[in-house]
């Protein structure tokens, strides 16, 4: 009887075989210019959520969210409701699930034409180069959208966890738009009111193991998130995430009972600009593996999202148009490309 043929080597075999880097993941064209790059490392501002929701110490915190996203796009959030043993749990379960031999894995493969489920990244052209990561992406929210034939049985916590870090995430989601409303003087509920209670959430479990040829990959190349804002836990020890502010790279550290949150390009469209988007990669590291899990919080689809109506008027114009939220996938372009007037 014929074999079916093996399943597909992913980077982490590869780079516990020993070969050097896979075809298809390497830059051929000098594009990576990681290693001769001197990158300045730095903390991104801090911004204490329990102070958003202070009113005495609120006004002070809410101006330094306010330029903290209009200069770098993201900050650190701490007092936010989870507490580092339980950051721990979930910085555990990831490295846990990456470890497990790959037929486990493969259980939850995504399928061909869908994004959900372990893998790579989908493959759209023959020329595209592959980012040196292996991923876990899952819809976490509205709960009735889970697809849990690609949820992992393993480790044996994996629901309860995931299951509880989006119900805390979710109370984030809403003290963050709320204070960045008032940030930008409109009313508090008004960019809660255009995404939705019910946004998509989208969890993304990152597993970029070590490469020796830093010239030659990107852990994930540079983009810019088309979420409304996305909440990263990054990896306790090893760096590897880095923001374009003007035209350098700046490696981000973060405190470890922090979350990093950055926005995507629909916070960027409903500010009418102010607040921007960040270009952001990750590059990898020669000696340590890295982890992370990025959780893209977006609009409900059927939403209608554009600048909020508070901040045009004579003397600013609408920078965007207004889209609902579902046609915008069918866009194939940045949101702030596509919806620019
Ligand atoms: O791995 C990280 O720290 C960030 C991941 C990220 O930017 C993404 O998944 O869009
Ligand atoms: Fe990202």
Redesign the pocket.
């Known amino acids: 009887m014929a074999q079916p043929p093996p399943p597909a080597k992913t980077v982490q075999e590869s780079v516990s075989d020993g070969e050097a880097v896979k075809e298809g993941y390497a830059y051929t064209d000098g594009k990576v210019a990681t290693s001769g790059e001197a990158i300045h490392v730095m903390e991104v501002p801090v911004i204490d959520l329990g102070l958003l929701a202070s009113s005495p110490s609120a006004a002070g915190e809410l101006f330094k969210l306010r330029s903290a996203l209009a200069l770098w796009g993201c900050f650190q959030a701490i007092n936010h409701g989870m507490s580092g043993s339980f950051l721990s749990k979930v910085r555990e379960l990831m490295g846990q699930f990456f470890a497990l031999p790959m037929e486990e894995k493969q259980k939850y493969a995504s399928p061909a034409d869908d994004m959900e489920g372990y893998g790579n990244d989908m493959v759209l052209s023959e020329q595209q180069v592959l980012d040196w ?1 292996e ?1 876990l992406l899952l819809i976490i929210s509205p709960k009735d959208q889970r697809k849990l034939d690609v949820w992992p049985r393993k480790p044996e916590s994996f629901r309860e966890r995931v299951q509880e870090y989006s119900v805390k995430l979710q109370a984030i989601v809403g003290v963050v738009l709320k204070a960045i409303s008032l940030s930008l003087n409109l009313e508090e509920n008004c960019f809660l009111d255009q995404v939705g209670e019910q946004g998509k959430m989208y969890a ?1 479990f ?1 597993y ?1 193991p070590r490469c020796p040829r830093l010239d030659l990959v990107y ?2 190349k540079p ?1 810019a ?1 088309g979420s409304t804002m ?1 909440i ?1 836990l ?2 306790e020890e090893v760096l ?2 880095q923001f374009l502010r003007g035209d350098q790279w700046i490696s981000v550290s973060t405190i470890p009972e922090a979350v ?1 949150i ?1 926005i995507g390009d629909i916070m960027e469209i409903m500010s009418n600009g102010i607040l921007k988007s960040p270009m ?3 590059v990898t590291n020669a000696t340590s593996d ?5 959780v ?1 919080c977006c609009p409900e689809e059927e939403n209608e999202i554009g600048p909020a109506e508070g901040l045009i008027n004579e003397d600013t114009l609408r920078l965007y148009k207004k889209i609902f939220y579902s046609e915008y996938y069918q866009l194939g372009k940045r949101p702030i490309e596509a919806l620019k007037i």
């Open positions: 990561n991923r993304r990152n970029y852990g994930l983009h998130d996305t990263v990054p990896d590897g995430l990093l950055n952001h990669r990750v890295r982890i992370s899990v990025a893209f």
